[in-house]
């Protein structure tokens, strides 16, 4: 599992239709997360995903430093999945996108991280599974961390 994680002063989702836009998720400060989802990803790899975003230590203190967390600072989430995390352009100049998980599998797995984010206390809003989205946010910092469940050093 793949997580690009950006620390935003405000951030939304818009779903697109034919005829309508429609904003799926809206937060103020906190994390914008795009969330990518592989074959082999399961619940250990949501899990520590989950555990990581609620407790990574990207947000300043009294001194200027980056020690805080969304629990501490009161920090939102909106997550957003996206498969081309999972994309491989190193051939040709059309990536592939077999690496990413089936859609099945990727949203139980995408709604899993979203719970298991909900049940650290935090307030979740999220974008829609398999749809044409548009993400505007402000990038604060600008701080961009990635996440890889896999590469765990």
Do not use: W
């Not at 620390?7 to 969330?35: C, M, N, P, W, Y």
Request: glycine share 6%; net charge neutral; charged share 25%.
């Amino acid at each position: 599992m793949r997580a690009v994680i950006q620390k935003v002063s405000h951030a939304q989702v818009d779903v697109l239709s034919e005829r309508h836009r429609e904003t799926s998720g809206k937060i103020s400060h906190g994390f914008l997360i795009l969330l990518g989802i592989t074959h082999d990803d399961n619940e250990a790899d949501a899990s520590y995903i989950a555990d990581k975003i609620a407790n990574l230590r990207i947000f300043e203190d009294e001194a200027g430093k980056l020690n805080l967390s969304l629990k501490d600072t009161g920090g939102s989430v909106l997550l957003v999945s996206q498969f081309t995390l999972y994309a491989d352009a190193r051939s040709g100049r059309r990536p592939s996108f077999s690496a990413a998980a089936p859609a099945r599998q990727a949203e139980s797995l995408y709604q899993r991280t979203a719970e298991l984010l909900r049940a650290h206390g935090l307030t979740v809003e999220t974008g829609r599974f398999q749809t044409h989205m548009q993400v505007s946010l402000c990038n604060d910092g600008p701080v961009t961390l990635l996440l890889d469940s896999k590469k765990l050093f």
